[in-house]
């Protein structure tokens, strides 16, 4: 499997700019979710979810804009979900990827429930969707040095920790275009080490 842009949209556009963001921030900017992006579409095709490709692109790219601190937080991902009613440029643009207004429930939902603790009930509507961007988010926490595995909802996300590292430490902030061609160049070399 390689690392693919499932997004109709070139790579300068998947990820969101520093203008973007409430608050600038070495944790939770445009490094972390770029990262998570990545993780994002890794989990679409390790779990057959290639039917939320633009719902979780949405939510991913939506989830931390709205932080105005790098403390604990569990508003701004409801913060981050209003901004896709309220800023008509940001839902253009997100539709320009995919996200049509029939996504808008699903991806308000799980940004707002990407940063609570608590899960979304099995029968939430929105389950699968949220469960993905949780996982993304998570295994990115190996920035922060606290991932724990257990936490994760997808054997599939268990199994990426390894290369969740991989991506943090031979990264860094670049054009988008040369961060993916380094994340792809990285997934290859894992998978190829992995056999």
């Known amino acids: 499997m390689e690392l693919a842009n499932p997004i109709p949209l070139p790579l300068a556009d998947v990820f969101p700019p520093q203008a973007r963001f409430a608050h600038e921030s070495r944790y939770h900017g445009p490094a972390h979710v770029a990262r998570v992006m990545i993780h994002a579409f890794l989990l679409l095709e390790l779990t057959d979810s290639a039917d939320l490709a633009a719902p979780l692109w949405g939510s991913v790219y939506l989830h931390d804009l709205a932080r105005t601190h790098d403390g604990v937080c569990q508003r701004h991902g409801a913060d981050a979900a209003r901004l896709l009613a309220s800023d008509p440029d940001l839902a253009a643009h997100l539709a320009r ?21 608590q899960e979304p009930a099995p029968d939430h509507p929105h389950v699968r969707l949220t469960r993905l961007l949780k996982d993304a988010d998570g295994l990115d926490r190996v920035r922060l040095f606290d991932l724990d595995p257990r936490y994760l909802r997808h054997d599939a996300a268990r199994k990426l920790v390894p290369f969740a590292q991989i991506l943090h430490d031979g990264t860094w902030p670049q054009e988008p275009e040369a961060f993916f061609a380094e994340a792809g160049r990285l997934w290859d070399e894992f998978r190829l080490n992995r056999c």
């Open 97 to 117: 990827g995919g996200v049509t207004k029939a996504d808008h429930e699903g991806v308000a939902a799980a940004v707002t429930l990407h940063s609570v603790r």
